[in-house]
């Protein structure tokens, strides 16, 4: 008995397939839409063909057709129904029967369905598109190798520059505007003739190191020969007539050597100190030490202190300690504190300290003055920050008195104030 061939409709296209019995169940594309169907079995019920479309009435209400989209709308789900309905599609027989090409057959059986080839690139896309692009990128990085060298060429830099405009003064009477043509390729620039012309600067000669200026004023100084030639480089707290009567009013002594001792500054006041040891020749040919300071004020030129050589070199503190005096004075000196009193002819010198009052360090001193362990001077020896110590010496502005009162048979020379550890007025 001949099994009749199996009739259905695929369900993504309604359109009907006919195919032999012996593909029931397999797999394969609908030949109109290519979605993937399932044909089958012989024992499930046959989808009923849809009937040819009846005749419009020639009578009556005719109703317009049904919208395409409610015919063709797909099912919701795979297992759903497709609804069918009248389709006015012309030039179709009553029994169309779509040519298909046969499903494969069943597992081991033969069929000659065949799958389409599967779609393969144009080959000349190889030889044509890429040795395009190859041929672009070795273009772009020639011209851009190209531009970097050109740009960094010194031709290039000479002629990108802006040149120096030329300046072009006209008379007052002859106004010209702004710009008024180009030399080559710099513009010329015009100006009225009432252009100032800036003075040449004249070069400034280098300046003398302070030291140097101090050393020449101290020599022209020491080789004065009267007190109006010293008057110009020297500085006092005494006035001129006073200071005549002194030594600075004759010649000093011979120099034998002059050396730079220390250089301080004061930034408050804006000095600058310089002290110098002199030594002097005696009449018997040997040396006598002594320290003048030098001073600068701000950018004013250096003077010689005269008070502290005075003081020193001059004789005033000496005669002061030959012999007792009610009188009490202040002078300027080199002083060096020391940690006992070995002098019998000071009385309760087992309290009492001793200060050497030195013309120069490492000198034997001028005199000697002494003071009460727990007097002013003495605080000042226990204090850390003021900056006295023993055996140190320092130039220092002190006040002496003859004490006569603690024993009138051993008078001594008192230290009763240290006002300042430096030489300034």
Same mark, same amino acid.
């Given at each position: ?116 080839? *599967? #779609? =393969? !690139?144009?080959?000349? %896309?190889?030889?044509? $598109? @890429?040795?395009? +692009? /190859?041929?672009?990128?070795? &273009? ?65 000669? *280098? #300046? =003398? !190191?302070?030291?140097? %200026?101090?050393?020449? $004023? @101290?020599?022209? +100084? /020491?080789?004065?020969?009267? &007190? ?76 010689? $202190?005269?008070?502290? +050589? /005075? ?115």
């Amino acid at each position: 008995m001949v099994t009749p061939p199996l009739t259905f409709l695929c369900p993504a296209c309604n359109t009907k397939l006919t195919v032999p019995a012996s593909l029931a169940g397999v797999t394969g594309p609908c030949p109109t839409c290519g979605t993937i169907i399932t044909a089958p079995d012989a024992s499930a019920p046959v989808v009923p063909v849809p009937t040819p479309f009846a005749p419009f009435p020639t009578t009556g209400k005719i109703e317009p057709p049904p919208s395409k989209t409610a015919e063709t709308r797909r099912p919701e789900s795979p297992g759903s129904p497709i609804p069918i309905g009248p389709r006015n599609l012309p030039n179709r027989s009553e029994n169309p029967e779509p040519v298909v090409r046969p499903f494969p057959e069943a597992r081991g059986q033969t069929s000659s369905y065949t799958l389409p080839p *599967p #779609k =393969t !690139p144009n080959k000349w %896309l190889r030889f044509v $598109v @890429l040795p395009m +692009f /190859l041929g672009l990128a070795v &273009f772009m990085v020639v011209s851009l190798l190209s531009f970097l060298q050109k740009d960094r060429s010194p031709a290039n830099k000479r002629a990108s520059a802006t040149p120096n405009p030329i300046r072009v003064i006209l008379p007052e009477d002859q106004p010209a505007p702004r710009l008024t043509a180009k030399l080559g390729n710099a513009p010329i620039l015009t100006e009225s003739a009432e252009v100032e012309e800036k003075p040449a600067e004249v070069p400034q000669e *280098p #300046k =003398t !190191p302070p030291a140097e %200026l101090a050393m020449s $004023v @101290l020599e022209k +100084f /020491l080789a004065a020969g009267s &007190f109006e030639e010293r008057q110009s480089l020297i500085e006092s707290k005494d006035s001129g007539s006073q200071l005549a009567e002194t030594i600075l009013g004759a010649a000093l002594p011979p120099v034998i050597r002059i050396r730079t001792d220390i250089q301080e500054s004061d930034n408050v006041e804006n000095l600058t100190d310089i002290f110098y040891n002199v030594d002097f020749e005696n009449s018997d040919g040997t040396p006598n030490s002594q320290t003048i300071l030098v001073r600068i004020r701000g950018e004013n030129p250096p003077l010689v $202190v005269v008070d502290p +050589f /005075l003081d020193l070199f001059g004789g005033r503190l000496a005669e002061f300690a030959e012999a007792p005096t009610d009188q009490v004075k202040t002078f300027q000196v080199i002083v060096s504190a020391g940690a006992f009193c070995y002098d019998d002819y000071v009385p309760n010198r087992d309290k009492k300290l001793t200060l050497k009052l030195l013309a120069r360090d490492n000198t034997r001193e001028i005199t000697k003055a002494y003071f009460g362990r727990h007097s002013k001077i003495g605080e000042m020896l226990q204090d850390s920050t003021s900056g006295f110590r023993y055996g140190q010496a320092r130039a220092s502005t002190i006040t002496l008195r003859w004490n006569t009162e603690e024993d009138p048979n051993k008078p001594y020379l008192e230290a009763i104030d240290l006002k300042k550890l430096n030489w300034n007025p």
